[in-house]
């Protein structure tokens, strides 16, 4: 079966920084998304690996590690609007393409 | 560009009946959609994937008679959740896949939101 786990909740402080991990076996591996969720919409987008090594993107950063099976989303800067869900998901070959297979989410809380 | 919409956002609906949630991809062809659903502060849950053209691929759990997937061109899926019951009450979510991207990322539909009395 397919495994991602990531912490359940965090809670940072407007300014600091937060790092956001995420670990997974699955069999197969096409890639791994970070997105952002806010209570009661849909997700968007964050970032995208699929080699080793970081991959910045403003305030946001995210790290993967294959032969670890780890990732990592950096947030900086953090800001009060921070506040939300965040989802690591594993991309998988299906028999039509890539599939995505979610983490439980890590619900990040931004205190002033 | 790569807008996908829901329609409705919100529904509220009597148990027994039956409810059809659009998903629309606006401003490309989506040959694959995705059908997820998420209930309060849980990470989504894939439900089945969509094909245009042909019969919608269930995951493990999900009783295809009961949720009715149609996949009839390359822009609109629609998912019908039939003889609704409490416990059917969620936040159900598609996505489409941008196919012939660089590494085919699902854009998400902003989500319908289920409550069934």
């Known amino acids: 079966g397919q495994n991602i786990d990531q912490p359940t909740e965090m809670t940072a402080t407007e300014g600091a920084i937060v790092q956001i991990n995420c670990t997974y076996q699955?069999?197969?591996?096409?890639?791994l998304f970070w997105y952002q969720q806010h209570a009661g919409e849909a997700p968007t987008f964050l970032s995208y690996n699929v080699l080793d090594g970081l991959e910045e993107k403003g305030r946001f950063s995210s790290f993967l590690s294959r032969s670890k099976g780890y990732s990592y989303l950096l947030l900086k800067e953090l800001q009060m609007k921070d506040s939300a869900s965040y989802l690591c998901a594993v991309s998988l070959w299906d028999n039509a393409g890539n599939m995505l297979t979610f983490g439980g989410g890590t619900r990040l809380m931004v205190k002033p | 560009g790569a807008v996908v919409s829901q329609h409705p956002s919100r529904v509220i609906c009597k148990s027994g009946t039956s409810v059809k949630i659009e998903c629309r991809s606006l401003?490309?062809?989506?040959?694959?959609m995705f059908w997820y659903r998420q209930f309060p502060k849980k990470s989504l849950m894939l439900m089945a994937t969509s094909n245009e053209g042909s019969k919608a691929t269930y995951e493990q759990g999900v009783e295809k008679d009961k949720f009715l997937i149609n996949h009839a061109s390359l822009t609109l899926s629609t998912l019908t959740v039939t003889s609704a019951h409490p416990e059917d009450s969620s936040f159900y979510i598609c996505s489409a896949r941008l196919a012939g991207g660089g590494y085919n990322e699902q854009f998400f539909g902003p989500g319908t939101r289920l409550t069934v009395l």
């Open positions: 699955t069999s197969g591996f096409n890639g």
């Open positions: 401003d490309f062809q989506a040959t694959t």
